[in-house]
C-alpha cells in the first residue's frame, strides 16, 4: 500500500468511527422506554426501524456506487447521518424519536454499503479481512463510548442545555460533520466499475452458494450484536434489580468486549487460519448464551456479556471478506446484499420484544442462540473455504 494510501486511510476510519453512532439505538431505546412509559415490544421498534432501511437501500446503493462512486456515496452517508442526530436536540417526542432513527437507518445503510468496498479498493487480497476488522475496532469505539456519554448526561451535574441523555446526539454529530469535511478533502483514488448491473442481477448473485449463506450469516451477527445492545441493561434489571443507569453499564461491557476484540482480531486474523478463528468466537457466543439464559448473579452475567461482545466482534468482517473475495468482479452488489442482510437487527429486536414480554428476558436469549446455532452451520458448510 503507498503513503498516500496509508494517508487516505485516516478519514476512511474517521467515517469508520461514524458508522459506530447507528449502535447508539440500543442505550437510546432504552432511556425513551422509560421516558415514554413503553413496552418491551413498543421499544424494540426503533432498533428494528433503523435497521429495516438496510433492506430498502442496500442493493439500490450498490447500484448508485457504480454511477457516482465509493467515495461520494461515503459522503451522502454522512450527510444524511449528520441530519439524523440533529433531529434529537429539539425533543424526544415518539414520532420525532422515529424519524431521527429512520434518517440514521438510511445513513448507516448508505454508510456500511459503500464504506466496506471503498477499503475493499484500497487493500487487497488476504490482509481485507484484518483492515475490515481494525475498521470495526474504530466503530467499536463509537459504539461504547455512546452508553457512557448518555449516563453522563442523564447524571450530570454540569449543564447539558436541558437535553440530559440526549446530549449524545450533538456530540456525534459535530465528530460526523468533521468526518465529512476529511474525507471530502482527501483524494482516493477508485477503480471505474466494470460494467453496470440491475437490481435483478444483484439478487441474483444470491444463487451463489458462497454469497448465500453469507447474507444469512450477516443478518445472525447483526441480530446477535443489536439484540445484545439492546437486552443486556434488561437483562440486569430483571434479574438483579438495577435501575436503568446503573444497568446501562451492559451495553458498554458489549462494546468494550467488541473493541478489544476487533484490536486483537485484526492481528489474529493475521496469524491464524481464518476458519480457525471463525469457530473460536463462535464457540465464545455459544458459551455467551447459556450464560444469559441461566445467571443470576453478576459475574456470570457480567462474563456472559463479554464473551458474546468479544466473539460476535469479528464475525462480519469473516463474513463479509469472503462474500466479497468470492466476487471480484460484482464487489459493489455483493456489498449491497451483505449490507441488506442487516435487515436481520429489524428482525432480532422484534421477535426478542414479543418473545420477552411473553417470557421475560430468557425469551430473547432464545431468539440469539438461534443465530449463534447458525453460525455453527455456516462453518462446517465452508470447509472448503479460507474461513
Same mark, same amino acid.
Given at each position: 500500500?503507498?503513503?498516500?494510501?496509508?494517508?487516505?486511510?485516516?478519514?476512511?476510519?474517521?467515517?469508520?468511527?461514524?458508522?459506530?453512532?447507528?449502535?447508539?439505538?440500543?442505550?437510546?431505546?432504552?432511556?425513551?422506554?422509560?421516558?415514554?412509559?413503553?413496552?418491551?415490544?413498543?421499544?424494540?421498534?426503533?432498533?428494528?426501524?433503523?435497521?429495516?432501511?438496510?433492506?430498502?437501500?442496500?442493493?439500490?446503493?450498490?447500484?448508485?456506487?457504480?454511477?457516482?462512486?465509493?467515495?461520494?456515496?461515503?459522503?451522502?452517508?454522512?450527510?444524511?447521518?449528520?441530519? %439524523? !442526530?440533529?433531529?434529537? &436536540?429539539? $425533543?424526544?417526542?415518539? =414520532?420525532?424519536? #422515529?424519524? *431521527?432513527?429512520?434518517?440514521? /437507518?438510511?445513513?448507516?445503510?448508505?454508510?456500511?454499503? %459503500? !464504506?466496506?468496498?471503498? &477499503?475493499? $479498493?484500497?487493500?487487497? =487480497?488476504?490482509? #481485507?479481512? *484484518?483492515?475490515?476488522?481494525? /475498521?470495526?475496532?474504530?466503530?467499536?469505539?463509537?459504539?461504547?463510548?455512546?452508553?457512557? &456519554?448518555?449516563?453522563?448526561?442523564?447524571?450530570?451535574?454540569?449543564?447539558?442545555?436541558?437535553?440530559?441523555?440526549?446530549?449524545?446526539?450533538?456530540?456525534?454529530?459535530?465528530?460526523?460533520?468533521?468526518?465529512?469535511?476529511?474525507?471530502?478533502?482527501?483524494?482516493?483514488?477508485?477503480?471505474?466499475?466494470?460494467?453496470?448491473?440491475?437490481?435483478?442481477?444483484?439478487?441474483?448473485?444470491?444463487?451463489?452458494?458462497?454469497?448465500?449463506?453469507?447474507?444469512?450469516?450477516?443478518?445472525?451477527?447483526?441480530?446477535?450484536?443489536?439484540?445484545?445492545?439492546?437486552?443486556?441493561?434488561?437483562?440486569?434489571?430483571?434479574?438483579?434489580?438495577?435501575?436503568?443507569?446503573?444497568?446501562?453499564?451492559?451495553?458498554?461491557?458489549?462494546?468494550?468486549?467488541?473493541?478489544?476484540?476487533?484490536?486483537?482480531?485484526?492481528?489474529?486474523?493475521?496469524?491464524?487460519?481464518?476458519?480457525?478463528?471463525?469457530?473460536?468466537?463462535?464457540?465464545?457466543?455459544?458459551?455467551?448464551?447459556?450464560?444469559?439464559?441461566?445467571?443470576?448473579?453478576?459475574?456470570?452475567?457480567?462474563?456472559?456479556?463479554?464473551?458474546?461482545?468479544?466473539?460476535?466482534?469479528?464475525?462480519?468482517?469473516?463474513?463479509?471478506?469472503?462474500?466479497?473475495?468470492?466476487?471480484?468482479?460484482?464487489?459493489?452488489?455483493?456489498?449491497?446484499?451483505?449490507?441488506?442482510?442487516?435487515?436481520?437487527?429489524?428482525?432480532?429486536?422484534?421477535?426478542?420484544?414479543?418473545?420477552?414480554?411473553?417470557?421475560?428476558?430468557?425469551?430473547?436469549?432464545?431468539?440469539?442462540?438461534?443465530?449463534?446455532?447458525?453460525?455453527?452451520?455456516?462453518?462446517?458448510?465452508?470447509?472448503?473455504?479460507?474461513?
Amino acid at each position: 500500500m503507498s503513503k498516500t494510501s496509508r494517508l487516505a486511510l485516516i478519514p476512511v476510519m474517521l467515517a469508520f468511527f461514524a458508522m459506530g453512532f447507528v449502535d447508539l439505538v440500543g442505550i437510546a431505546s432504552n432511556y425513551v422506554k422509560e421516558a415514554l412509559h413503553l413496552t418491551n415490544a413498543e421499544a424494540n421498534v426503533f432498533p428494528s426501524l433503523v435497521f429495516f432501511w438496510f433492506l430498502i437501500f442496500a442493493v439500490p446503493t450498490g447500484l448508485l456506487m457504480n454511477k457516482i462512486g465509493r467515495k461520494r456515496t461515503v459522503l451522502l452517508s454522512l450527510v444524511v447521518t449528520v441530519v %439524523s !442526530l440533529a433531529l434529537p &436536540i429539539f $425533543g424526544d417526542s415518539y =414520532g420525532l424519536m #422515529l424519524v *431521527s432513527f429512520s434518517l440514521l /437507518g438510511i445513513g448507516n445503510a448508505l454508510m456500511q454499503t %459503500s !464504506l466496506n468496498p471503498l &477499503i475493499a $479498493g484500497m487493500i487487497q =487480497g488476504d490482509r #481485507l479481512a *484484518s483492515t475490515l476488522t481494525f /475498521g470495526q475496532f474504530i466503530k467499536a469505539i463509537a459504539s461504547f463510548m455512546a452508553p457512557y &456519554i448518555a449516563m453522563w448526561g442523564a447524571a450530570a451535574t454540569m449543564p447539558t442545555f436541558g437535553l440530559g441523555w440526549r446530549v449524545l446526539f450533538p456530540i456525534y454529530m459535530v465528530i460526523g460533520i468533521a468526518a465529512v469535511f476529511l474525507l471530502g478533502a482527501t483524494a482516493i483514488e477508485e477503480q471505474p466499475a466494470s460494467r453496470a448491473s440491475g437490481f435483478g442481477a444483484c439478487v441474483r448473485l444470491l444463487q451463489r452458494p458462497v454469497v448465500l449463506l453469507s447474507f444469512v450469516g450477516i443478518m445472525c451477527h447483526v441480530g446477535i450484536d443489536v439484540g445484545t445492545n439492546t437486552t443486556a441493561p434488561k437483562i440486569l434489571m430483571e434479574r438483579l434489580s438495577m435501575n436503568l443507569n446503573e444497568a446501562a453499564f451492559a451495553t458498554s461491557l458489549y462494546f468494550i468486549f467488541r473493541t478489544i476484540g476487533c484490536l486483537t482480531g485484526s492481528y489474529f486474523l493475521r496469524v491464524l487460519p481464518h476458519r480457525l478463528f471463525f469457530g473460536i468466537s463462535v464457540v465464545m457466543m455459544a458459551l455467551s448464551m447459556l450464560g444469559l439464559w441461566w445467571g443470576h448473579t453478576p459475574w456470570m452475567l457480567y462474563a456472559a456479556i463479554a464473551l458474546v461482545g468479544y466473539g460476535n466482534s469479528n464475525i462480519f468482517s469473516l463474513v463479509f471478506s469472503q462474500a466479497l473475495l468470492s466476487e471480484p468482479e460484482q464487489q459493489n452488489e455483493v456489498s449491497g446484499l451483505m449490507i441488506m442482510g442487516l435487515f436481520g437487527g429489524t428482525i432480532f429486536p422484534l421477535l426478542m420484544g414479543v418473545a420477552s414480554d411473553a417470557v421475560g428476558q430468557t425469551g430473547a436469549v432464545a431468539v440469539m442462540a438461534v443465530g449463534v446455532l447458525y453460525l455453527f452451520l455456516y462453518l462446517t458448510k465452508m470447509k472448503s473455504q479460507q474461513v
